[in-house]
């Protein structure tokens, strides 16, 4: 699995939209951009993924670039229960092995008022 | 559904000490995972496994054994327990092979310290 690149953290305003960027300039074409976050001392909890569209649901946007060697997670409006750390991870889709792929260290969120 | 469920929640070992920590799904997912987190630090894999009887070492196993004899339960095992094992340790789970497969779901974790 490709390796990725996160900030270590980053500060939002209430309100506004958090941008968070990953790099993750080695990943391969049947790879997926996958994006998690742990809140506290909880488990990781999935938001979103994508191999090349741009996607959207309910919690967040991913925008993908056109090389795929970078993404960014949009918040679009941030709260304070946004404040969280969050985690970026390439996996093959299909792989029985992709699990192996481990979460780095992510970027530590703060959403302040 | 109760979604992946982990026991206990918290357990202090001694050295030396063995235990199981227990994970169940009731998604009738096929794949299960047991992960550490270190104090600050990412998610690392242990052991994984793609169904029942079938598991496979992942980033970090040493220390630790695993069996699936079902579809619904994936217990991990620490013999000889060691302070360097003092974490929390996470259970996922996500239905399998295919395109959006790899969601995981997360337990809450078990906090486990070793002294």
């Known amino acids: 699995d490709a390796k990725t690149t996160q900030p270590p953290s980053m500060d939002c305003a209430e309100g506004r939209a958090a941008n968070l960027p990953c790099n993750h300039s080695t990943i391969s074409g049947n790879e997926y951009v996958y994006w998690y976050r742990q809140i506290h001392s909880q488990g990781p909890q999935y938001i979103i993924h994508?191999?090349?569209n741009n996607e959207t649901n309910e919690m967040a946007s991913l925008i993908i670039t056109e090389d795929r060697k970078s993404s960014t997670l949009i918040l679009p409006h941030a709260t304070l229960r946004d404040t969280a750390v969050y985690y970026c991870?390439?996996?093959?889709?299909?792989?029985?092995?992709?699990?192996?792929?481990?979460f780095g260290d992510g970027t530590t969120l703060t959403v302040k008022p | 559904n109760a979604g992946v469920t982990q026991t206990p929640k918290f357990r202090i070992l001694k050295i030396g000490q063995s235990m199981t920590l227990q994970c169940a799904q009731d998604m009738n997912h096929n794949y299960m995972y047991w992960y550490r987190q270190d104090p600050g630090m990412g998610l690392k894999l242990i052991y994984y496994s793609v169904g029942a009887g079938i598991t496979d070492k992942g980033e970090v196993p040493n220390g630790y054994n695993v069996s699936r004899s079902t579809t619904e339960d994936f217990p991990l095992r620490l013999e000889l327990a060691a302070p360097s094992q003092t974490s929390v340790y996470f259970c996922?789970?996500?239905?399998?092979?295919?395109?959006?497969?790899?969601?995981?779901?997360f337990g809450p974790g078990t906090r486990l310290t070793v002294t």
């Open positions: 994508g191999l090349k």
């Open positions: 991870i390439v996996r093959v889709a299909g792989d029985p092995s992709a699990g192996k792929s481990t």
């Open positions: 996922a789970s996500s239905y399998g092979a295919g395109l959006n497969s790899y969601e995981q779901y």
